[in-house]
């Protein structure tokens, strides 16, 4: 047995099915060795794809998601798609081929301090030495990206170590880190200490971030808050902890959320901010949060926790655990006065638009793909105007919404998407990216078209880096600068090089039966929504 | 702004002091001093970190150095229940005649003089930092030529919080 197939085999007894990746010389090895295993390899157009992909993928089995590139010019292109990963905490094992051991740091051919690089977003990396050890560097690369707070790892593996001969393998058990044991379990004084505020509050709120989705905590979070009757609301990497619909919800914060779901969170006399950063998108202002008000801070990972916002009560362990320690506790907590006072915001502070009838308006058609999308289908919002008006108008029933929320990244809409539909063969997966996120990620038509990975993808063109044009015209009064995406190519022949259904909707008129057309089609398919280029989010 | 004397200890695995560095770096703490030497255990590095900051930032410092996956364990060290040592070589152009007087200084703070050429010598003084500052500041007057610290390092008082190796 030689280090790639060692590597292989410890993928195997993870249980990964699929690696996304690209190959090259110093990856070769691991590429021949995994031709013996069940796994399946998905070739991906650029190698940042494969890191998103490796991501939707994570996001839908809640196990790592695994990524395999070439040294040099393949490590350096997979780092966007780690820091991704990084800054929205999912966990991914990316293993990248190196030169020969012997030749590290002599600047040879596709030579790469990928460690080096990626030094800052990753939760840790490795660079193998010794053949002897792979078992034990997989096992903790694999245990160190899914615990505590999530993140991706990159072990490094030069090309003599994948073809050296190993002695035995022996896949270990546990992992034995002295210096890394996570606090997964919530404070019992603590926990005690919330319900004691929670009694005593007259507005309390819940504000909960991509933390209660990484724990697969939001039947758990469901449960607690229907018992109890207290509102929620989510940060964007939060969406989908609760229905849309959901009576106690009130959508999105921050400085694209929804007005109701601000103010809710400002005027409570309580607020458990659980999961969630509390970072700049979603509380612009960290002092408003704690002044007049009990803050709370759940998070898995202590050093989130006072960085932004001093808590009252700060609580390190994982949201699942401590909302089921929640649901534990008998206490009563009385607020109708509260709630019906948030329904009233929620009527009289929702948006007013003014669609302009010559185009798709994308909050009426948004709303209208998700109310049709199947009850547990998957949302993948790319970024741009088109991720706000997608945090804003589309309607989580009992599936999933997945967006870059820490990092935004363009074009994370479909490799993810093509993640998460390789998960989960059976469920509706749709992605909704901009012309120009479209473009950025374009060249995976090819590997759906491939491996036949069947995802919907909606674009909504305006013909402009919409977001950066709102900006510009907001702070440079309409003076805009290399925002024009003239000379995009024709989507519908876009398609049909790539043998996709396309249909294309100019107004709203026939957007009915457009999604329903959209929706039923067998296989992938493009639709081109025609939206006013001159439309804003604000 | 105070400072804060951090005690770290860390695998010693490859890169782990360029991981730590990094991370002062990048989120923009202030390092005055670093020093790492092996402990007892050839696994372990002990590391001393001066640093400075408002209580916010000290508080992300521990933090963010206790979340990297080497390290062990990390402390500060106070002044009052801690024990601090620096060591600092100070090249002197001292003519014949300047000598005696550098001497003399030098014996008060029992620091050695550990080299004479005919128009220089070397001090070497080891103490905490403010008997080390105090030295350099009764030197005045002499043309220190080079001045080398080592920053400082040290040990909490006592047994009680003691991180004891295990397998
Ligand atoms: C990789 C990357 N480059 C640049 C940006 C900055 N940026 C944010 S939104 C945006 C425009 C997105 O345009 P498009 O995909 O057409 O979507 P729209 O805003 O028009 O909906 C840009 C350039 C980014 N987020 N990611």
């Known amino acids: 047995m030689i280090g790639a197939d060692a590597m292989i085999q410890c993928l195997e007894a993870e249980g990964v099915e699929v690696v996304f990746g690209y190959p090259g010389v110093a990856i070769c090895p691991f590429y021949n060795s995994i031709l013996n295993s069940g796994i399946r390899t998905i070739l991906i157009r650029t190698e940042q794809n494969a890191a998103h992909a490796a991501s939707g993928m994570a996001r839908m089995t809640g196990r790592p998601g695994v990524c395999a590139v070439t040294s040099g010019p393949g490590a350096t292109n997979v780092i966007t798609g780690i820091a991704t990963a990084f800054a929205d905490s999912i966990p991914l094992v990316c293993i990248t081929g190196q030169v020969i051991s012997e030749l590290l740091g002599s600047d040879v051919f596709q030579e790469a301090d990928i460690t080096g690089a990626v030094e800052s977003f990753v939760k840790y990396s490795y660079l193998v030495k010794n053949v002897e050890d792979i078992p034990r560097i997989f096992k903790e690369a694999f245990h160190i990206a899914n615990t505590g707070r999530k993140g991706p790892v990159l072990i490094d593996v030069p090309i003599d170590i994948q073809n050296a001969a190993l002695s035995k393998f022996v896949y270990p058990e546990e992992v034995n880190l002295r210096t890394y044991k996570p606090t997964v379990k919530g404070h019992a004084v603590q926990i005690r200490k919330v319900i004691r505020e929670l009694e005593k509050a007259k507005r309390p709120i819940i504000c909960a971030g991509g933390g209660v989705l990484l724990s697969n905590a939001e039947q758990d979070l469901r449960k607690f808050v229907e018992k109890h009757r207290i509102p929620v609301v989510s940060t964007m990497m939060g969406i989908g902890v609760m229905p849309s619909r959901h009576p106690l919800y009130y959508g999105m914060v921050g400085n694209n959320g929804r007005a109701y779901a601000n103010r809710a969170m400002n005027e409570s006399d309580l607020l458990i901010m659980v999961g969630a950063r509390v970072a700049d998108r979603a509380v612009s202002q960290p002092g408003l949060i704690t002044r007049d008000k009990v803050l709370v801070h759940i998070d898995v990972d202590p050093a989130e926790i006072g960085k932004n916002a001093g808590p009252t009560i700060p609580l390190v362990g994982d949201a699942g655990n401590i909302i089921r320690d929640f649901i534990e506790e008998d206490f009563e907590c009385e607020h109708e006065d509260w709630l019906r006072l948030l329904d009233e915001y929620r009527v009289s502070m929702g948006i007013k638009r003014n669609p302009n009838p010559a185009y798709v308006d994308p909050a009426a058609f948004i709303t209208e793909l998700s109310e049709k999308m199947e009850d547990d289908s998957i949302y993948v919002a790319d970024v741009g105007q088109n991720q706000i008006w997608s945090c804003t108008y589309h309607i989580v029933k009992n599936g999933k919404f997945f967006t870059t929320g820490g990092m935004g990244t363009m074009g994370y809409s479909i490799p993810a998407a093509m993640g998460a539909k390789l998960a989960a063969p059976d469920r509706q997966v749709v992605a909704v990216c901009g012309d120009g996120s479209f473009q950025m990620s374009m060249m995976e038509l090819a590997t759906m078209r491939q491996h036949n990975i069947p995802v919907k993808i909606i674009v909504l063109k305006n013909n402009y880096l919409g977001m950066v044009r709102e900006y510009q015209h907001y702070t440079y009064k309409d003076h805009y600068s290399v925002v024009d995406l003239s000379g995009s190519p024709d989507l519908e022949m876009i398609a049909a090089a790539y043998g996709m259904g396309f249909y294309r909707l100019e107004n709203m008129e026939r957007a009915s039966e457009a999604i329903d057309t959209f929706l039923s089609s067998a296989g992938s398919m493009l639709m081109e929504c025609v939206i006013d280029p001159m439309d804003l989010v604000k | ?167």
């Open chain 2, 1 to 167: 702004m105070q400072k804060k004397v951090f005690q770290l200890l860390v695998d010693n695995t490859s890169g782990v002091l360029s991981r730590i560095a990094g991370l002062f770096s990048r989120r923009g703490y202030n390092i005055e001093s670093i020093t790492a030497g092996v402990t007892a255990d050839p696994r372990f590095t002990r590391i001393t970190i001066v640093t400075s900051g408002d209580d916010v930032i000290l508080e992300q410092i521990e933090k963010q150095v206790a979340k990297l996956i080497d390290v062990r364990d990390i402390k500060e060290l106070t002044a009052t229940s801690s024990v601090y040592r620096e060591l600092v070589l100070i090249k002197l152009r001292t003519t014949p005649e300047q000598r005696q007087a550098v001497i003399a200084i030098a014996d008060v703070f029992r620091a050695n003089i550990v080299d004479v050429a005919p128009d220089s010598l070397i001090i070497e003084l080891t103490g905490n930092l403010s008997k080390v500052d105090a030295f350099i500041s009764l030197l005045d007057g002499h043309e220190i030529l080079e001045l080398a610290r080592t920053g400082i390092t040290g040990l909490s008082r006592g047994s009680d919080d003691v991180a004891y190796f295990e397998d």
